[in-house]
């Protein structure tokens, strides 16, 4: 028996599992998915906010500030890349800066360090690109973009190092009240766990719903996004984003952290699972961000594709109404982090310390921390990022560091063999993508996607057609042999 | 030591460059190339159709190959397998580049002259941004070319293919062959983009439907490619609505455009002509920077290998000319496309480097029947090239004698389609 | 009978037409070589086409090889010879030309390798 089951292994469960693991405690991390981060971690805006949106009485409020003061230490520990590159929040007439000017009174409530309200000539002097109809900017310096779905598999990866038990493709169909335990049925076997911390994402509800009367429910809604080729990574230093409205914070123009640039979400009601991505939403994205940044070169788009938040639209018992759900729900040893969206992501280092110190910790009156605790990943060798000196002596120390696989983001077969072995190691060629970035490039895997369905299948030691792209057993890359009247002979 | 010329890449415009630097004198030459054999693409490409121009037969893809292959080491010139050029550094004289490779490690090759024959990449379905699900079973036909022919897997069993450029064509009868059932050929044009040859044998000789003007609005699976909703577009090449059609498949094939792959010629400073998306070149393929040559794919997309091969003599003429001191630096000539042209190549002629013609290639924007494609010179008609049908889908020759450009001091070439004289 | 047809001997692809006269002879107009009216009665009487394709192939870089038949087979047995070249393996070396099925399905024509393949 587990001492705490964490159901969901995105940034939440991923990176709550890690922070459990400073005390003694046996945990079992479970996903439905086949790989870590795979839903609402694997396509959002990848933004570490500064903190001045939600108000200060909701978990939102609260979380924020103090998550992204947190966000450059984690992020030096779990060795994920972060940049923290400011954001604007432009506005185009008096209207929107008298908005402007609310952001930044509610950013000082919530402790936004840095923050300032500029002008016209500031503005364009720090983004020459910006529509020249920019009349003024509410800056905030500690904004970031980072990784989020190698965060969440770096906290992963620390969790398990530490201790903890993943277990994926165990997708939860059923749980039990017992006395003091909770039996937790799933498509690969029960698991019994004392205490179940719910992160499902859009699906914490329904996961609620197994052992308790409904009290919050998740709408999930989509949001459509682009990514461009590098080439066009540098048209904007910072994240840009539109004077907010009453419909949510607006189209963004963003630096990823990796140099490319992104554009996105819409926000629509959709069922969940559906991360489809329609013409018209695509279309209404880029009509919009042109508004701010009327340059972007559409013909540099690599990618599109959309990713749910999970939106709670009836109020908690202990918050208010569309906030994060951070508490010990009615029935006891059951814990929700649910309507975990934006700003989930800059949140979560203090949402988790939270959630551990003051919701689990109680619960366990004789526990004891883990001195063995280790907040550090071992370091990732990422080739591109090398002095040639560096490089020289990786290749001799490892000739693997010197044969190229992704020649878009010139990632090494001695990185991708790395994240195939590491804990919580990749299975999939998108485990691979995510963790490596092989395949993130502008050829979007066209050249090494076979070769990395050749290393995967070396590395675990079985054939071609066992590895998947994403999802196991059904997401097949490959549908069987050619010849195969001449294969069975041999 | 310092080589006299260094060729980034091995397949058909490398190999042929190479070669050509070596007849022509330069004695030091090496290629680079960085997947495990000499002969690029073209060792996936074993269908036939290859060389009729260059051999006068009729070759399969790797014999096309091993032709120049077989000249390559008969020159005994040396290569690097396996290896990754990660720059190219133009220190003026002698350029530098830094290569990587399991064997050696990090090297640093250091040339007079060197020839960019990085070839092309293929569009995917990110950057036309079809919209839907993202699930497995959606490779451009570049890769289930690769996977059927050279690994012998089977990407899927029932296909339909997106674009018909020539790659999606042969792709359309060699998975058919393979006993897979393609279901379509979806054009977004209202003509194709492959030779009407491979039409007729990879298509009609199967029954396999073409569908011009149609296009992909939605690709359908979470997990594997469960089918796709296809409609017809219209003028603007926007989905019609109502002309919906869905088609279960297990695979979808994109063949949806190529784009030279020039990230080393970006990174080194080298002029792009936005047009073709690669280097702009001269007549013998030189670059803006002295002793940078490119051919091949990588300045702009061949629909004939033939024609690389062609260019790429001219490439490795220049490079050893270059080394020798023999090359003329002054620019006679730059051209341009007028009406119906969509580019030229080259961008530039300096009449001293010319021997007899010099050869034009050039792409149209659309259909034209019956037209003709003009040279001008200021007003002045220069040359005429009759064509009884021009395609997007082929490259355009247009050669055009010393004698006859030799009559103007310098100027502007301009390409356009025009109406036949009557 | 007139039937319009697409030259494939070359990429060219000229627009042919070809008439079946009273005496059994056709009449070809359309074409620019003389390359045309062959290709363009051979389709109307028996019409062939080259089949490229592969074979399993042991002991080599990689585990097909690509062969072609020697001469174009008739078009109604293509399927036919798939079956007889799936069925068959060879070993590695091999080069260029060498005969990987003598004589397929009894039609006279040889399914020759394509590329040089060393042992590994």
């Keep these: 028996m587990y001492d705490i089951a964490i159901i969901g292994a995105g940034i939440a469960g991923s990176y709550i599992a890690r922070e459990l693991t400073r005390y003694k405690l046996d945990v079992v991390l479970l996903d439905g998915e086949n790989d870590v981060g795979n839903q609402i971690t694997m396509a959002n805006s990848a933004i570490v906010h500064g903190g001045y949106d939600a108000p200060s009485y909701k978990f939102k409020g609260r979380f924020n500030a103090p998550g992204n003061i947190m966000y450059e230490k984690i992020c030096e520990d779990l060795d994920v890349p972060f940049k923290q590159c400011g954001s604007l929040v432009v506005a185009h007439n008096e209207y929107e800066m008298a908005t402007l000017h609310e952001l930044y009174q509610n950013g000082l409530k919530n402790g936004v360090p840095g923050m300032r309200i500029i002008f016209k000539e500031e503005v364009h002097q720090m983004e020459p690109n910006l529509n020249p109809d920019v009349c003024g900017a509410l800056y905030s310096p500690t904004a970031g973009v980072v990784s989020p779905f190698e965060l969440c598999v770096h906290a992963a990866e620390n969790a398990v190092d530490n201790g903890v038990t993943l277990k994926l493709n165990h997708l939860v169909t059923d749980i039990k009240k017992l006395d003091d335990s909770f039996k937790i049925t799933t498509t690969a076997g029960d698991i019994e766990a004392k205490k179940i911390i719910n992160a499902a994402g859009v699906y914490a509800d329904d996961i609620y719903e197994m052992v308790g009367e409904p009290y919050f429910e998740l709408l999930a809604r989509k949001g459509n996004y682009f990514i461009f080729d590098k080439e066009a990574g540098s048209l904007v230093n910072k994240v840009i984003f539109p004077c907010p409205s009453k419909k949510g914070k607006g189209i963004l123009v963003a630096p990823t952290v990796h140099g490319n640039l992104l554009i996105g979400p819409d926000a629509e009601p959709v069922d969940k699972g559906d991360v489809s991505t329609t013409s018209e939403r695509l279309d209404y994205i880029k009509e919009n961000a042109l508004k701010n940044v009327p340059s972007i070169p559409m013909n540099k788009i690599i990618r599109s594709y959309a990713g749910l938040r999970n939106t709670p639209v009836k109020a908690s018992f202990t918050t208010t109404d569309g906030d994060f759900i951070l508490e010990e729900s009615p029935v006891k040893g059951f814990i929700n982090v649910a309507g975990y969206e934006s700003p989930g992501l800059t949140s979560i280092p203090a949402v988790a310390h939270y959630v551990v110190e003051e919701i689990v910790v109680p619960m366990f009156p004789d526990i004891e921390e883990n001195h063995e605790y280790n907040p550090k990943v071992r370091k990732h060798l990422r080739f591109e990022e090398m002095s040639d000196a560096e490089k020289e002596a990786i290749i001799k120390e490892d000739p693997k560091y010197g044969k190229v696989i992704c020649r878009c983001e010139t990632i090494t077969e001695g990185e991708i063999i790395d994240v195939i072995h590491r804990s919580a190691g990749a299975r999939t060629v998108k485990a691979v993508k995510k963790r490596s970035r092989a395949g993130m490039g502008r050829c979007q895997g066209g050249f090494c996607s076979p070769r990395v369905v050749e290393i995967l299948a070396r590395e675990l030691n079985c054939t071609l057609e066992d590895i998947m792209y994403d999802q196991q057993n059904s997401a097949y890359i490959l549908s069987g042999k050619t010849k195969s009247a001449a294969e069975e002979v041999l | 030591m310092i080589y006299d010329v260094v060729v980034l890449g091995g397949g058909p415009a490398g190999l042929a460059a190479a070669v050509e630097a070596k007849k022509d004198g330069a004695n030091d030459v090496l290629i680079v190339e960085r997947d495990r054999e000499l002969g690029g693409i073209l060792n996936q490409c074993i269908h036939n159709g290859f060389g009729l121009h260059t051999f006068n037969e009729e070759l399969t893809g790797p014999e096309y190959a091993e032709r120049y292959i077989k000249q390559a080491l008969e020159l005994g010139i040396p290569y690097y397998l396996n290896t990754m050029v990660l720059d190219l550094i133009d220190n003026g004289e002698i350029k530098t580049i830094h290569v990587i490779n399991e064997e050696n490690g990090y090297m640093t090759i250091e040339t007079k002259a060197v020839v960019l024959t990085m070839g092309c990449r293929e569009r995917t379905s990110g950057a036309i941004g079809i919209p839907g699900y993202r699930p497995a079973g959606v490779f451009t036909a570049g890769t289930a070319q690769r996977f059927i022919n050279m690994e012998g897997y089977m990407p899927g069993k029932e296909v339909v293919i997106l674009g018909s450029g020539d790659i999606g064509l042969i792709m359309a009868r060699r998975m058919t062959l393979e006993g897979a059932n393609v279901k379509a050929v979806c054009e977004l044009m209202p003509y194709s983009n492959g030779l009407v040859r491979n039409i007729v044998q990879c298509l009609d000789d199967y029954d396999i439907p073409l569908k011009l003007s149609h296009t992909i609005t939605f690709i359908h699976g979470k997990d594997r490619l469960e089918g796709v909703t296809v409609a017809q577009v219209d003028d603007r090449l926007k989905p019609i609505p109502g002309t919906d059609e869905y088609i279960p498949c297990d695979t979808l094939l994109l063949s949806v455009g190529l784009i030279p792959e020039n990230e080393i010629t970006r990174n080194a400073g080298i002029e792009m002509d936005r047009r073709t998306n690669g280097p702009v070149v001269g007549e013998l393929r030189q670059t803006s920077v002295p002793g940078v040559f490119a051919c091949g794919n990588v300045v702009h997309v061949h629909d004939l290998v033939d024609f690389v091969s062609e260019e790429s003599v001219l490439a490795g003429k220049g490079a050893s000319m270059y080394i020798k001191g023999q090359l003329d630096s002054e620019n006679t000539f730059t051209t341009t496309n007028g009406d119906g042209i969509g580019y030229v190549v080259p961008q530039q002629v300096a009449m001293k480097n010319v021997d007899e013609t010099v050869t034009f290639y050039m792409r149209v924007r659309q259909v034209f029947k019956d037209k003709v494609v003009n040279a001008y010179i200021g007003d002045q008609l220069i040359a005429t090239k009759k064509e009884k049908k021009l395609l997007p889908a082929e490259m355009v020759n247009f050669k055009i004698a010393k004698d006859e450009l030799a009559k103007y001091p310098s100027g502007e070439i301009r390409f356009v389609v025009e109406d036949a004289k009557k | ?120």
């Design chain 3, 1 to 120: 009978m007139k039937k319009e047809m697409t030259c494939i001997v070359c990429p060219i692809g000229c627009q042919m037409t070809v008439e079946e006269k009273a005496d059994g002879t056709y009449d070809v107009t359309g074409n620019t070589c003389k390359r045309g009216p062959k290709y363009a009665v051979a389709e109307m009487t028996n019409p062939t086409r080259v089949i490229p394709t592969t074979v399993v192939i042991r002991n080599a870089m990689l585990p097909r090889l690509p062969v072609k038949t020697a001469e174009p087979i008739p078009k109604g047995k293509i399927f036919e010879a798939m079956e007889a070249i799936n069925k068959v393996s060879i070993d590695a070396p091999v080069k260029t030309g060498d005969v990987v099925i003598k004589d397929l399905l009894g039609l006279g024509i040889d399914v020759v390798s394509t590329r040089t393949m060393d042992k590994c």
